[in-house]
């Protein structure tokens, strides 16, 4: 299936909470992370992808069909600079069909440097896909070291 990334603008900014939503809910089962008085999970950071330019909001969009999200920022756990993969998802339609991968390696080559890759605590099936696209994207040219809670995948691609 062919697919595009998308910067999201602040006027789409609601169609990207509400896909943010979908992120956090699968993301729920995995780490203590409860939905509010007004039944949506908070993501305190979410208008700073609007406001700060080391943060990048994108949709991943088939013709007018939304495939999921990723948003990118720079906060990093041992790099001193770079890019981090703050939230992705890929809804589950779409998942199965390498939609995810390329769109990890296209997210990947739009920013060449250090990247730091955390997958959700407790999440086998993120642990795993991270893994295996980084492994593969960086021909086993990477490190992963634990920030004392989870694991940390790091590389560069210059």
């Known amino acids: 299936m062919?697919?595009?990334i998308v910067d999201a603008t602040i006027e789409e900014k609601d169609k990207l909470y509400r896909l943010l939503q979908y992120a956090l809910y699968d993301g729920s089962q995995?780490?203590?992370?409860e939905i509010?008085?007004?039944c949506?999970?908070?993501y305190d950071w979410f208008d700073n992808y609007f406001n700060d330019s080391d943060r990048h909001a994108y949709f991943i969009k088939?013709?007018?069909d939304y495939l999921g999200?990723?948003?990118v920022n720079e906060n990093h756990i041992f790099n001193q600079e770079g890019k981090s993969v703050a939230e992705f998802l890929i809804l589950p339609k779409y998942r199965r069909h390498h939609i995810g991968k390329k769109v990890a390696y296209d997210i990947f080559e739009r920013f060449k440097g250090d990247w730091e890759v955390q997958p959700m605590e407790n999440n086998p099936i993120a642990y795993t896909f991270?893994?295996?696209i980084i492994a593969e994207y960086t021909n086993n040219d990477y490190v992963t070291k634990n920030d004392?809670?989870?694991d940390v995948f790091i590389f560069n691609n210059k």
Do not use: A
């Not at 995995?30 to 992370?33: Q, W």
């Open 2 to 4: 062919n697919y595009e």
């Open 30 to 33: 995995y780490i203590d992370n």
């Open 36 to 38: 509010n008085e007004d």
């Open 40 to 42: 949506i999970f908070e």
């Open 62 to 64: 088939h013709n007018k």
């Open 69 to 71: 999200m990723v948003l």
């Open 130 to 132: 991270w893994k295996n």
């Open 148 to 150: 004392g809670t989870e």
